[in-house]
């Protein structure tokens, strides 16, 4: 029997173009490219009958979110119209701070996601409290009412559980540890917190003692809402429930959308689920990893300028990408950590010293693409122009380990990835591309730009100006074209129950111009 809505003793089928005007509301006219087939597959996936309109919506919504993964939005695949914070917490303690104060307003889920979870470290010691002080506001709240708590953790890595104590003694929590089955280079590299399926903060900060204050290492931490949240949501989800598909995670009521955030931005999803138990050290399969086609897309499409902030550097394929950019007039603009795990690094791809060479030695033989290669070492912000060398310092005091790409002032890429092989064909990753004009500024100017204009150049480069150049749009659609067989989803891991999985067209186009219209005047 198909799903219907039961009033009283009349249960009264659902109709295609009720449930699709449902849809379009949520999703706008995107969802034109879902066909009835499609929408008719869902109405009779079981006999659900809904006794209130709203429960319906939520479903669809699901449903909807689960086929955007899956890559069945047609031109807008994998993508959502969210919100994203203008404002940007940065390095060390602050990310925290930050994680601290959105654990504090959750009134029904936290996940939260992380590689490696150092105990009695500032940051354990700052989550541990904020989740007692939740408790604690929380007092009197009925069992059934308790904050659902998700944390997953990559299995090297010690567990949460010491530093969390006895997690019955929180009355108001129901606190869930699972260790992700990571094995040899398949690990778990997310790095996400999701509150209320509705704000959501992607970073590449993991809990550990190299953020401690007195050494705290460079990076960053980008929060966004709305539907941005609930595809991340999904994501957690499917992270969640490798080697245990009948985790089941509850509906969630709805929730106002955060305020201080820029409305109506369009964000796509990428990564890739954990991979190959050996090291991989080429693109072999390149047209099944969204990660890296989503990467290249962007890189292959730039006009005007590309910055870019990472630990590790040495995918050949962005080699290639970035030298391709400059030979279009491209400006490129790279910060590097300086010996950054070059003892682990150089065995597995090449160091960040290799790679810096190979770009500037390629671009010294074409002296007038020069003028537009920029790569620098991050130099810790007390001491401005002093590089920061890890091989001579047994802490790694004040290396950055941020994790930022953008593009043309245009769309921005926050996430967990290195723009090492490890990341790009080993580890399960995920990716917002933020599409908003005013967000990508915003960021570039909180986080990329004083970064880079305090950063150590790693050859003499020519002078320039440090500013943000505006943004002027291209003359014809820029298009990033993302092509793959079984995309978003099996990139993820994510394995959804859907008969019409195997025959979905998973192919994904974006369009610049299309985040412009929420850019207001250039």
């Not at 909807?64 to 060390?92: I, K, N, Y």
């Not at 209320?196 to 809402?225: M, P």
């Not at 969640?240 to 955030?261: D, E, T, Y």
């Not at 040495?314 to 950019?325: G, P, Q, Y």
Request: charged share 20%.
């Amino acid at each position: 029997m198909p799903k219907t809505f039961n009033h009283g003793a009349v249960a009264t089928p659902i109709p295609v173009e009720l449930a699709r005007h449902w849809l379009r509301l949520r999703f706008g006219s995107r969802t034109d490219s879902i066909s009835n087939e499609a929408i008719l597959q869902f109405l009779a996936s079981d006999d659900t009958e809904y006794r209130h309109p709203g429960d319906f919506v939520d479903d669809f919504q699901a449903y909807a979110l689960q086929l955007a993964v899956q890559g069945a939005l047609g031109s807008q695949a994998a993508s959502a119209v969210g919100t994203a914070e203008l404002g940007v917490p940065l390095w060390g303690k602050n990310i925290f701070k930050h994680c601290r104060k959105l654990i504090l307003s959750a009134r029904q889920e936290i996940l939260l996601q992380i590689f490696q979870w150092h105990p009695n470290c500032e940051a354990s010691r700052a989550l541990a409290t904020a989740f007692n002080d939740l408790n604690n506001g929380l007092s009197g709240r009925p069992h059934q009412q308790r904050v659902r708590i998700y944390i997953l953790y990559d299995y090297s890595s010690k567990s949460p559980a010491g530093d969390l104590g006895d997690v019955s003694r929180w009355a108001c929590l129901d606190v869930r540890l699972r260790a992700y089955p990571s094995f040899a280079r398949s690990i778990l590299h997310s790095k996400s917190l999701i509150i209320d399926g509705c704000r959501a903060i992607l970073t590449g900060a993991n809990i550990q003692n190299f953020y401690d204050e007195r050494r705290s290492w460079f990076d960053g931490s980008f929060e966004v809402g709305g539907d941005a949240a609930a595809l991340l949501r999904v994501e957690f989800q499917s992270a969640w429930r490798v080697k245990n598909s009948g985790a089941q995670f509850q509906q969630l009521r709805p929730v106002a959308p955060p305020q201080g955030h820029q409305q109506n931005v369009s964000v796509v999803l990428f990564g890739r689920p954990s991979g190959s138990l050996l090291f991989a050290l080429t693109s072999a399969g390149m047209s099944d990893n969204s990660q890296a086609l989503g990467f290249l897309a962007l890189l292959n499409n730039a006009q005007q300028v590309i910055r870019i902030h990472t630990p590790n550097f040495n995918v050949s394929d962005i080699l290639k990408a970035l030298k391709r950019a400059i030979e279009r007039g491209v400006r490129v603009e790279i910060v590097l950590s300086k010996n950054f795990n070059e003892g682990t690094e150089r065995w597995v791809g090449g160091t960040n010293t290799w790679a810096a060479a190979q770009l500037l030695d390629w671009a010294a033989e074409r002296q007038e693409r020069l003028n537009l290669l920029f790569i620098r070492w991050y130099a810790h912000i007390d001491s401005p122009g002093t590089a920061v060398d890890d091989s001579l310092d047994a802490e790694r005091k004040f290396s950055s380990h941020a994790k930022y790409m953008s593009i043309d002032n245009v769309v921005v890429v926050v996430g967990s990835t290195n723009m090492d092989n490890q990341s790009f064909f080993n580890s399960r990753e995920a990716n917002l591309a933020v599409f908003c004009a005013p967000v990508c500024r915003a960021w570039d100017a909180a986080f990329f730009m004083p970064s880079f204009g305090r950063a150590e150049p790693v050859r003499p480069e020519p002078p320039r100006e440090l500013a943000i150049v505006p943004y002027q749009p291209p003359q014809a659609p820029v298009v990033v074209q993302f092509h793959g067989a079984g995309l978003l989803g099996p990139l993820f891991g994510i394995a959804f129950n859907n008969p019409m999985q195997n025959h979905l067209n998973l192919s994904l186009s974006l369009v610049f111009r299309n985040s412009n219209r929420n850019s207001g005047k250039k």
